[in-house]
């Protein structure tokens, strides 16, 4: 069974930065895409980026462009969410998912942006950023 766990997440000043990972289990599962997603309080879950299982492509959304970075390591399993100059707005539940690929080399450059598209889904980390 493929879990995905989230870690990193806690309280920080506007202005601060996080670090975010995401665990995928078991070290079997491979060629999956991956992609973080937040939802606020009151609001609808949205990206906030996505990666290919490669690695050589990614997308960071508009709220994040210039602060936030998604990298990962296939060897660890494991997908990151670097985030600076967080602001209060970015207080959210922050979620990882990842959608298996198959085995055609053709998708290991190919990110989704849509929820339905994702296959599995962590328990999600909280970020409260004060201001």
């Known amino acids: 069974q493929v879990q995905l766990v989230e870690s990193g997440g806690g309280l920080v000043q506007a202005g601060g930065s996080l670090r975010l990972s995401c665990a995928t289990s078991p070290r079997t599962f491979s060629n999956y895409a991956s992609a973080w997603f937040r939802q606020a309080p009151g609001k609808d879950r949205e990206l906030v980026a996505a990666?290919?299982?490669?690695?050589?492509?990614?997308f960071v959304a508009d709220p994040g462009q210039s602060r936030f970075t998604i990298s990962r390591d296939n060897a660890e399993n494991t997908v990151l969410l670097q985030m600076s100059s967080l602001k209060p707005e970015d207080t959210a539940i922050y979620y990882c998912?990842?959608?298996?690929?198959?085995?055609?080399?053709?998708?290991?450059?190919?990110?989704?942006?849509?929820?339905?598209?994702?296959?599995?889904w962590g328990q999600g980390t909280q970020v409260t950023v004060s201001s």
């Open positions: 998912a990842a959608t298996a690929i198959g085995s055609n080399p053709y998708f290991t450059s190919i990110y989704y942006y849509l929820e339905d598209e994702y296959d599995y």
């Open positions: 990666i290919s299982w490669s690695g050589s492509k990614s």
